[in-house]
């Protein structure tokens, strides 16, 4: 069994946030790949899985009220537009 060994404090960067910021994502190398978008809507009661066809039209929709946990699956993210926000401001 692998064991990772925890980062030392030297070789942590205290100064930069995690993360990039969402304009940088379109900078990022793509491909031509097939991107696929699934939507997982859950509560104690009910659950419904969707494949996302057009994603503007996905983003533009409210989740179900009765909808407690939304998860996004993107699986072979090649298309860096997939995960860039669809909005300004």
Not at 31 to 40: D, E, F, M, N, R
Request: proline letters at 6%; charged letters at 20%.
């Amino acid at each position: 069994m692998k064991t990772r060994s925890k980062p030392k404090d030297k070789d942590i960067d205290h100064v930069t946030a995690p993360g990039i910021e969402h304009d940088d994502i379109l900078h990022y190398p793509g491909g031509s790949a097939q991107t696929t978008v699934t939507c997982i809507d859950y509560s104690p009661t009910n659950m419904t899985v969707q494949e996302i066809g057009d994603l503007d039209e996905f983003v533009a929709a409210h989740r179900s009220e009765w909808s407690v946990v939304r998860w996004i699956s993107v699986v072979g993210l090649s298309n860096m537009n997939v995960i860039h926000p669809r909005h300004s401001g």
